[in-house]
């Protein structure tokens, strides 16, 4: 059918988001989990029985990651960050959200060393304040990496360099996997797409979600170089993640939003499924103790 997709592309259940964002695919229970941000939900799907459970959070949380216990997420919220027992349905606070006034956390994933990198960005998506942040298990506060961000988005691992985008900018990033240098930062045009969540196969195509384009956008990182392969379409506006899983890790989970749209269709905000000819790469786990 595709370079990429096998399969059509389904929509998953009837749930529909404002802002669905983060879908991290957990290979020890299969099943995926991600938020609605401003509804301050975390939902996960059980493609096992076909249900998705939905739980309220007290604050706006803009990711749901997995961290080397079972059933035991973190959770990057507007209030701080979080050990959140999925079970008790209870929070456990490990920092403060370190974010300057009138922003929000936005994307976050776990690194291959098992610390936290998050982003934040300004809520009313005017200001160019939003920054990137480091965290381990034990530190007192996250570390601030980089400032003057527009819009915090994409977040992989590959190479030995942690490739990031800017999406008010159109731009997307490369850096040192362990820590961003704002004095060495390479930068890669992604033309007129806006760059939402990405996620990433083994072989280096980097998947990205594009905000108000009905696509997804297909690179390769191959020695410190992004190339554009093609662009995929998908059935709503605004895809604005995605993640692979599944046993095999070739399934592709997209989120979408309903945020802002006029006159939304029937799909818009649905979680989307599609079978894929690419194998993603695994998640990473995020370190309960210092190293």
């Not at 370190?98 to 200001?127: H, M, Q, Y």
């Not at 731009?171 to 990405?198: E, Q």
């Not at 390769?220 to 995605?242: R, W």
């Not at 905000?269 to 079978?275: C, I, K, N, R, S």
Request: charged content about 25%.
């Amino acid at each position: 059918m595709s370079a990429l997709f096998r399969s059509d592309i389904t929509a998953i259940g009837d749930y529909r988001a404002e802002l669905g964002e983060t879908p991290v695919w957990c290979q020890r229970t299969q099943s995926l989990l991600w938020v609605d941000i401003l509804a301050q939900r975390v939902l996960r799907y059980w493609p096992d029985t076909g249900q998705t459970e939905i739980h309220e959070l007290p604050a706006v949380t803009s990711a749901v990651l997995l961290t080397e216990k079972r059933n035991q997420f973190l959770l990057v919220s507007v209030d701080g960050i979080y050990l959140y027992d999925y079970e008790q349905k209870s929070r456990q606070k490990l920092c403060d959200y370190p974010g300057a006034e009138g922003t929000r956390p936005n994307e976050a994933a776990v690194a291959p060393d098992g610390s936290l990198w998050f982003g934040t960005l300004d809520i009313k998506e005017e200001k160019d304040n939003g920054e990137w942040f480091r965290y381990e298990a034990g530190a007192k506060k996250p570390e601030m990496m980089l400032d003057g961000v527009g819009c915090t988005n994409t977040l992989v691992w590959h190479e030995g360099k942690v490739w990031f985008a800017d999406s008010k900018k159109k731009r997307f990033f490369s850096a040192n996997a362990r820590r961003i240098n704002p004095l060495k930062i390479s930068c890669f045009s992604s033309g007129d797409k806006i760059p939402d969540g990405s996620a990433l196969t083994q072989n280096g195509w980097l998947i990205t979600a594009c905000w108000g384009s009905k696509c997804l956008l297909r690179q390769q990182i191959n020695q410190g170089e992004l190339l554009k392969l093609d662009t995929q379409p998908v059935p709503v506006t605004q895809p604005s993640c995605c993640t692979f899983g599944g046993p095999d890790m070739t399934e592709l989970f997209i989120t979408s939003a309903r945020k802002n749209l006029d006159a939304p269709h029937a799909l818009e905000g649905a979680l989307l499924h599609v079978e894929t000819t690419a194998v993603g790469a695994p998640q990473n786990l995020f370190k309960l103790e210092k190293p």
